[in-house]
């Protein structure tokens, strides 16, 4: 398979995985699936693939340099505009839960700080997906970077405004906002420690520690309560998997999957040079 056929079928398979979440949501409403609340549902459906995506365009920056693998790169736009077309479904979802009054909608917006950061972050990303093509690309120029590092504090904001939306339940939110740790970490190593397993090793021990905090210091400010309470949750073996529990096994197979990434390239330079040493007649 040609590299052009690769990346012909990576594209597809990413096209295919981006719109499975919208097709299975919107074959559950018509089933009554999500009854009997089902825009509510729906809302927070959209809401956490947008949230999915946009953590996942993130990643595949990191993940490119740590496999070696430069075909992440063609679809690494695509889950970015996927997280704006999800945060835009979330909001329009929202609008019909509104019964499509603006007045209300806009009202709302203005006097609930969650709704407000979460309308900001939607128009960040919207930017992001109109501009992230070629053409805006030429134009903007050294722009167009500067323009996309917006990617960073819509996804922060994102992450506020899914604690704000949990509420009392923050596992998701604590897990996703530790993996933004992880993703966060990773950019601001030196390059030449980006891909050592050492790095990785105390990436994930920082993110899982970060995620301890997050939710300890959440649980604290918001709920009043006491944050050691927390930190030894995450130390009770009947309350497995807490969100830090489940970024440390993350972390723990990102190490597992470059290990096995970097044994199969190492075993195939191995046989081609073995094969072509066979295959050249000796003098």
């Known amino acids: 398979m040609t590299a052009k056929q690769k990346i012909f079928w990576l594209r597809l398979v990413t096209l295919i995985g981006l719109c499975l979440p919208a097709l299975e949501l919107a074959w559950r409403w018509y089933n009554g699936d999500l009854e009997p609340r089902p825009v509510t549902l729906a809302t927070h459906s959209t809401g956490d693939w947008a949230v999915i995506f946009l953590m996942l365009s993130l990643a595949m920056t990191p993940a490119r340099a740590l496999f070696d693998w430069m075909p992440l790169v063609q679809i690494r736009r695509r889950i970015g505009v996927a997280a704006a077309l999800y945060a ?139 944050p050691i309470v927390a930190l030894l949750a995450n130390l009770d073996p009947e309350l497995v998997f807490r969100p830090a529990q489940k970024v440390l096994i993350a972390s723990l197979l990102v190490i597992a999957a470059v290990a096995l990434r970097r044994l199969a390239l190492t075993a195939n330079k191995l046989w081609t040079k073995r094969y072509i040493q066979s295959t050249i007649p000796t003098p």
């Open 88 to 226: 835009g479904a979330h909001f329009l979802i929202y609008v019909l839960d509104q019964k499509w009054n603006l007045v209300v909608v806009a009202t709302e917006i203005i006097k609930r700080f969650y709704l407000t950061i979460g309308f900001v972050t939607l128009l960040m990303l919207v930017v992001l997906a109109i501009t992230s093509t070629d053409g805006w690309q030429k134009r903007l120029r050294r722009n167009w970077k500067r323009l996309h590092w917006l990617i960073y504090p819509a996804a922060f904001i994102a992450i506020v405004h899914f604690f704000i939306q949990s509420k009392v339940k923050i596992g998701e939110p604590a897990f996703t906002a530790g993996l933004f740790a992880w993703l966060m970490l990773w950019r601001v190593l030196p390059s030449k420690l980006q891909r050592g397993y050492l790095s990785l090793v105390l990436l994930g021990v920082s993110a899982t520690l970060a995620t301890v905090v997050f939710e300890a210091t959440w649980y604290w400010l918001v709920n009043g309560r006491d």
